[in-house]
């Protein structure tokens, strides 16, 4: 992901990619070689640079806290893969010492610029879609043993934060509470059925919204086969499906036909362009750290329901469904 995002940047006017850092340095070597940037080992040294203004945190999800709170410290804009971190405490400092220091702070979830993804929320916002009832996120992917044992880090609750829910269908955990709004209460259920990791390999669960819709989410690394992932909302008046960010079906009792073009018009189209005009404009992000937190917190919830064996309320009384120091 890295990689990809180096890429991404590279590719974005108006962002100029600068140098990369990692821990392996022939990984290191050949990124920068193929864009004729710097690079280095530890980030301290990108942190010191003058010639740096966001730092985009591509690690394992355990570290984003630490290196997002180093960077702003260091008076660097951040910008943080999903999740942003792995615990609410976390959170906060991330979002406590931006603030501090006066940067920015975006998380990126790639979905929410896209263009459907866009298209539903405003119609959600016109109240196309009447009365709420039913929001649904389902991902249903596979993952062998050796995806997990590679990188040492994922299916771990230290560095991945939890398993498929955290790590692979946050993305769409994301986008249900953006369309569905905050969320009540939740029913969940995580377990590990076809690999040797300590998180999650499927997990489910039952959301009560505050606005008296309910919410479904399913999300495994079981499955031989990747399907698309899906969307489903529904109200009184109009229902949308999508599949793989797309629209796959969209029906409204109102018959009108909409595209939403010109609410489109002038969006930006990833985090990076995002961030940019941010700090071009003074703004926000569209993804915030206090967006990105809501995420984090309905997945923990899911935990620690399925750990409890309870209905558990929201906003969260617990941080963690569990101290590290109970881990096998």
Not at 48 to 73: F, Q
Not at 241 to 256: P, Q
């Amino acid at each position: 992901m890295g990689r990809n995002r180096c890429e991404l940047v590279s590719k974005t006017e108006g962002a100029v990619l600068r140098a990369v850092v990692d821990v392996d340095e022939e990984r290191a070597r050949e990124v920068a070689s193929k864009y004729g940037i710097d690079w280095c080992r530890d980030h301290d040294e990108l942190l010191a640079r003058e010639d740096v203004d966001v730092v985009y945190v591509v690690t394992p999800s355990g570290l984003h806290a630490e290196m997002a709170v180093e960077a702003a410290r260091a008076g660097k804009h951040v910008i943080t893969t999903k999740p942003m971190c792995v615990s609410l405490k976390q959170a906060d400092a991330m979002i406590r010492e931006c603030r501090k220091a006066r940067v920015k702070l975006a998380v990126d979830f790639e979905s929410r610029y896209l263009p459907d993804m866009l298209r539903i929320q405003k119609w959600i916002d016109d109240g196309r879609f009447g009365k709420l009832i039913l929001g649904e996120a389902r991902l249903k992917w596979y993952r062998s043993q050796d995806y997990y044992g590679a990188s040492g880090w994922r299916g771990t609750w230290r560095y991945d934060g939890g398993g498929s829910l955290m790590n692979q269908t946050v993305h769409l955990i994301d986008l249900l509470q953006w369309y569905m709004g905050p969320a009540d209460s939740v029913t969940g259920r995580i377990g590990v059925f076809a690999h040797k990791i300590e998180t999650e390999d499927l997990g489910a669960a039952i959301i009560d919204f505050k606005n008296g819709a309910v919410g479904t989410v399913l999300g495994t690394t079981t499955c031989p086969k990747d399907t698309a992932f899906r969307i489903e909302v529904h109200g009184d008046r109009g229902l949308v499906i999508t599949e793989g960010n797309m629209l796959h079906l969209s029906h409204f009792l109102d018959g009108e036909e909409r595209t939403e073009e010109e609410f489109l018009a002038g969006k930006p189209r990833n985090v990076v362009e995002d961030m940019i005009r941010a700090i071009r404009e003074d703004g926000e992000p569209l993804v915030t750290g206090e967006e990105g937190r809501k995420s984090v917190e309905l997945v923990l919830a899911i935990y620690q329901s399925s750990m409890s064996e309870r209905r558990v309320k929201l906003p969260l009384m617990r941080d963690l469904p569990f101290e590290y120091s109970e881990l096998p």
